[in-house]
DNA sequence: CCGCTCCCGTGAAATTTTTTCAAATATCGA
DNA sequence: TCGATATTTGAAAAAATTTCACGGGAGCGG
């Protein structure tokens, strides 16, 4: 026999027409009602024909907020993620928002199609979304960001040990005017990057000789490669924030006529697929995407038995891949 | 006064149980007669409970079916078609398949979610799919891609053209050995591309010199290339069906100590951003992205006053870029 | 070619759900 | 403190979905 709403109502204790209004989203009614007439309704199993329209729509599906598909790491994180999803029987639906937008506005219609989990990749979560979300049930998990002041899931590459590996090998080099190309300061990667390559820069009794920021992209490291090399003094080795600013470090690099690794040693971060590329050979710190997208993958797997306020944060060693241009 | 799906019924001569029918997908109704109730109920601006709470989930949304994301052109489609479609306040949700797999298993929960639209760039439609995207009322729109044995719209580069100029391009810099490197053998892009290619050439008195296929990944390219380049006599020009793999032979002459377009001239097809790169400076065929994206908008957009099965095929010229390659 | 069965499509009716309406309660500003 | 306004609520009305039984092919065996 399937559930009503008359039972769930007579169970919760409330009206025929309450039952109705919790499952609509927008509608009057006291969210601490409805929560717990979504609870009874799950005990019984009930679900509204809107809810069915819903669920239909979002089986085992897992939403993914992603900005920023100009740098390819985050296609590569897309795809690995879509595979193994698909692996376990699920589908990967993505938002895609032109970075520098925030997310909030989004909020309604991720909460109205329930999905199973919600990944982000792009900017920063707002703390009310992250808190919508566990109202509701879905499990938030970031990649490839840290976020302290919201209470969520977590999966990334240890950037802090990276930044000290990428000094490391550095000054091992016999480098000694070394620079460095970031991303966007609020971020978590350039913050934790950075404070890792100067800490070991330090250790080794060295100070960064110079220092800009590219913006993740292309053009931006270009741009900054380009000032620091024309300079007067000039330095002889550069770490870049991501991939894409060191091979824009090593165009501009040549472009002047300089060749890596003989007048200066360039490493990025990430390791995207152009890195290994024979024009390139880019030393660089690779992040274990398979590694993260199966913790990702896990995370939501374990929904089921993991209460949700239970939360992780995973931080997964890089390696450095030493290649040509450093 | 809001209309009902009695005034739908009593309009459309059937019962109100067949307009419910004919809203809920795998109900078992004459697929003419959902189709004239659907035709009538847009008229009355009738919509289903169920059918509302989609929409609140799916509003003003655009379903993208994206497969291949390891060749930069597409998440460059993603990105560009996201940042249209946020301009007119619609979202862009994106079912990521892996390159291989058919999309016929995703046909529910795409019909369940009644997106406005659906927009393939991945694999091939199937026959099936389309007639119940057409059912649905949902407009589908390809990119990238021509699908003569369906009826949908398709928004394409002039691919046949483009491969004229390519082979136009190449005998007016007197080349006479000129190879070409293939996509997948049985998609759209790569039968123009090709076809155009040898007509032009043909017209020139000449023929291919070589052929391979690379499956338009960097692999396939290179190894393409390689093989090419090492045999005794070795052409003097190469045509590539995507930019990945004309980098890709771009490296593989190079590791040879070959260097265009002094030893050899190539010509990739797209432009993505890396062709511009100073390492590069790819010679190619650039696809007019914007504009096709602006073409999609419109269609989907026209939705209201336009009929469903009256399809549009827009083929946009490309742009031959020159640069260092060839 | 006939008859049999099975399955699809259908409207009426039963059931279930959503919406409307009016009353009750809470909230806010003066 | 009071009134005005907004929010929440259940009953009832309206609407939508599902069930049910039946009609009418299509396929199949004789």
Redesign the interface.
Known sequence: MKPTAKQVAHEAGVSISAVSRAF???SSIDPEKRQRILQVAVQLGYTS??????E????G?VTLVAGD??N?F???V??T???AL?AVGR????????PG?DMDH?T??IL??RPNALVVTSASLTSGMALACRQHGIRVVLVNRIQRDVRVNAVACDNHAGGRDAATFLMARERRRIGFIGGVADTSTHRDRITGFREALQEGGQSLFAEATGGYT?RGGYTAAQAMLTNKVRPDALFCCNDIMA??A???A??LGFSTPDDLSIIGFDDI??AG????RLTTIRQPITRMINEVVDLIEAGATVPIDETTTSILPGKLMVRGSA
Chains 1, 2 share one sequence.
């Open positions: 609509s989203p927008g024909p809107a809810r069915r329209t819903a239909v729509i979002s089986a599906t598909l100009a390819p985050y296609p590569l897309l795809d993620l879509a595979k698909q589908q990967l639906l993505v938002y895609a928002i032109p937008t989004l309604p219609q109205a199609a292309y091979l824009a090593i165009d501009a040549r472009e697929p152009m590329w024979t024009s390139y």
